[in-house]
């Protein structure tokens, strides 16, 4: 693709506007991952603007370019003793678990705590450690060099419209997996969301019109794996889907009883480095730790706002589209990103044509949790 087109996509995304400096410029960032996200909406031939999704979480938001710190807050980028590591801590017990990265309590504000500790020990250690706890953190390489492996569809096009009136279950939760199902609906695709009582969408908790936008249409059942009747109705539900979306590591979904080879479903599995990884990640660290940075004053900052998340979404939606029913459908977060790394450098935007994140007007209203529970267990005889 030639220059001038990757550079208007990341101009035109919004992603741009969202990364650099608050009193900086707005940055091109290296690779292609607007002009991935615009292939991507080609290829599911929707009416939508691919590169403008990867910053419209921001337009509800109202999120600004922070440099090394995410659009969101809850990221940051930190120097370690041989590099850098992207670090979050968006989780009620996060702090806890930084404590315990670093061997001590480090009160209510964790960041003093770990930039020492990062200061003296190496990214490996780092990755090592967070995979442990269950923390999502991991190195940042700066500069890299990456390979253009992991995004190939398997077809050059396709017609979205083909999963019109197919079941989608959607266990996933935050953004990459509900942008993947609310793809599949605006095909025509018929989604069900599931939570469980003790762990509904965190994103229920954010900017409720991007909520609503993303789940508008959809059904929702909340059903308790731990209970006989809950069990029930999560394995009705799966032997009546067409697709399953997941979120989560694999063993999340094993602990029910649930596994894509006992279904004829397509099963998507979204997870941040691949379903043999124990990592935990969230959409800036997996796009830091995939090498996905910019460059300003000689240090890496953050692209975009969580732009892992809206990438994998678009490239899940694409694959379960042109996957043959049956078939498990692996995104890795962080292939996903690294896949769109094509060696440019970072680049001051051309102020003109910089244009600010911009929204979809919601359509319809999402659905409260467990609205539809009742209805589904009549439907399916449970």
């Not at 894509?260 to 990640?281: E, F, K, L, M």
């Not at 990438?311 to 078939?327: D, Q, S, Y």
Request: aromatic share 4%; hydrophobic share 50%.
């Amino acid at each position: 693709m030639p220059t001038e087109d990757r550079v208007a996509d990341w101009a035109a995304s919004g992603a741009a506007a969202l990364t650099g400096h608050q009193e900086g410029p707005a940055l091109i960032p290296p690779g292609r991952a607007a002009s991935r996200a615009r292939q991507l909406a080609e290829y599911l031939g929707l009416d939508i603007d691919g590169p403008a999704l990867l910053a419209e979480r921001a337009a509800f938001t109202g999120g600004r370019r922070n440099g090394p710190v995410s659009v969101g807050g809850s990221c940051r980028l930190l120097p370690t003793a041989d590099g850098w590591a992207a670090v979050s801590c968006a989780r009620p017990g996060d702090p806890a678990l930084l404590g315990a990265l670093v061997g001590a309590d480090v009160g209510a504000d964790p960041w003093p705590g770990v930039r020492a500790w990062l200061a003296v020990h190496s990214g490996a250690e780092l990755a090592e450690r967070a995979a442990l706890l269950g923390l999502a953190a991991a190195p940042a390489p700066f500069p890299l060099v990456a390979s253009d492996e992991g995004w190939a569809i398997g077809h050059t096009s396709s017609d979205a419209t083909g999963v019109a009136g197919l079941l989608v279950v959607d266990f996933s939760a935050l953004w990459a997996g509900p942008l993947c199902a609310h793809l599949l609906g605006l095909a025509g695709a018929r989604v069900i969301k599931v939570e469980t009582p003790d762990r509904p969408d965190g994103a229920r908790r954010g900017n409720a019109e991007f909520y609503r936008l993303l789940h508008a249409g959809h059904r929702s059942v909340v059903a308790d794996p731990a209970e006989p009747e809950g069990r029930r109705l999560l394995h009705a539900l799966v032997a009546a889907a067409d697709i399953v979306i997941e979120a989560s590591r694999p063993r999340a979904l094993a602990n029910w009883g649930l596994h894509p080879q006992n279904t004829d479903a397509t099963w998507v599995s979204i997870t941040a480095a691949g379903r043999a990884s124990n990592r935990i990640g969230f959409g800036d660290d997996v796009a830091a730790g995939a090498g996905l940075v910019a460059v300003d004053r000689a240090a890496p900052v953050f692209v975009g706002d969580a732009i892992a998340d809206p990438l994998a979404g678009l490239t899940a939606a694409a694959r379960a589209v042109a996957a043959a029913p049956g078939t498990l459908v692996e995104v890795s977060m962080h292939d996903v990103v690294a896949a769109t790394l094509t060696g440019e450098p970072t680049e001051v935007a051309d102020p003109g044509s910089v244009i600010a994140p911009r929204a979809r007007v919601p359509i319809g209203d999402a659905p409260v949790a467990g609205a539809d529970t009742a209805a589904l267990r009549r439907e399916l005889g449970c």
